[in-house]
């Protein structure tokens, strides 16, 4: 089936810096691809989203491209701020059928100032 | 804000009782998923309806049960709870059942069973 992995957490920064978040995944055909994000309390916020080969996704100066070739969607920003810290999780969603949504595990984002 | 709207937002409830939690989607979305989201299975999907109809399941345990009524809006029902049913129970919406069309997420209900 399929399935999302992503790098392990916590990631801890310092302010300015730069971010990458690795996200991979497994699925039949071509599957829409997304990142949310989760802050402290709250619900899941659609970060951006690709949903063909190459497409490249981008909000709040996050950005992340759809890699076929590599299975893969990563997360990046050129200079993180400490409101930047939150859970963020990469997903699939498939193109048959139901679209249910496969989340990887998630990653904890820490930004010190 | 998304839009979608959860209640209860916290529910503290004894082993084997039975609860219920609501969900209203998005203005005009016709599709409601749930969601569940614990420190060890991470976020699981369980069901999916479509327009009042059962579109998906997924992960949903036996004592679990939805319905999506004429008004759009969704109930999950959990009965027999378990001290491993505390979590965090999350509803999208997105507006038609099929084609990549994202889902907007409610803020939750935090189930806790003592």
């Known amino acids: 089936g399929n399935s999302v992995t992503q790098m392990e957490g916590p990631v801890t920064l310092s302010e300015e810096a730069f971010l990458t978040i690795n996200c991979t995944y497994t699925?039949?055909?071509?599957?829409?691809l997304f990142w949310y994000v989760q802050y402290p309390g709250e619900g899941l916020q659609l970060l951006l989203k690709?949903?063909?080969?190459?497409d490249k996704g981008s909000n709040k100066g996050f950005e992340a491209t759809y890699r076929k070739e590599t299975t893969s969607f990563h997360l990046e920003k050129g200079s993180v701020q400490v409101s930047d810290s939150a859970v963020y999780f990469c997903?699939?969603?498939?193109?048959?059928?139901?679209?249910?949504?496969?989340f990887g595990q998630g990653t904890r984002l820490t930004i010190n100032p | 804000d998304s839009g979608v709207t959860q209640t209860p937002k916290h529910l503290i409830t004894a082993t084997g009782q039975r609860v219920t939690l609501r969900c209203s989607p998005r203005?005009?979305?016709?599709?409601v998923y749930w969601y569940q989201q614990s420190l060890d299975q991470g976020l699981q999907f369980l069901i999916q309806?479509?327009?009042?109809?059962?579109?998906a399941k997924g992960n949903i345990l036996e004592r679990f049960s939805a319905q999506q009524f004429p008004d759009l809006h969704s109930e999950l029902n959990l009965s027999s709870l378990e001290l491993g049913d505390s979590a965090l129970y999350f509803c999208?919406?997105?507006?038609?059942?099929?084609?990549?069309?994202?889902?907007?997420f409610g803020p939750g209900t935090r189930l806790t069973v003592t």
């Open positions: 999208a919406s997105s507006i038609r059942a099929g084609g990549p069309r994202e889902q907007y």
């Open positions: 699925a039949t055909g071509y599957p829409s």
């Open positions: 690709a949903t063909k080969a190459d």
């Open positions: 997903a699939l969603s498939g193109t048959q059928g139901a679209q249910k949504l496969v």
């Open positions: 203005s005009g979305d016709l599709s």
């Open positions: 309806y479509y327009n009042g109809e059962e579109r």
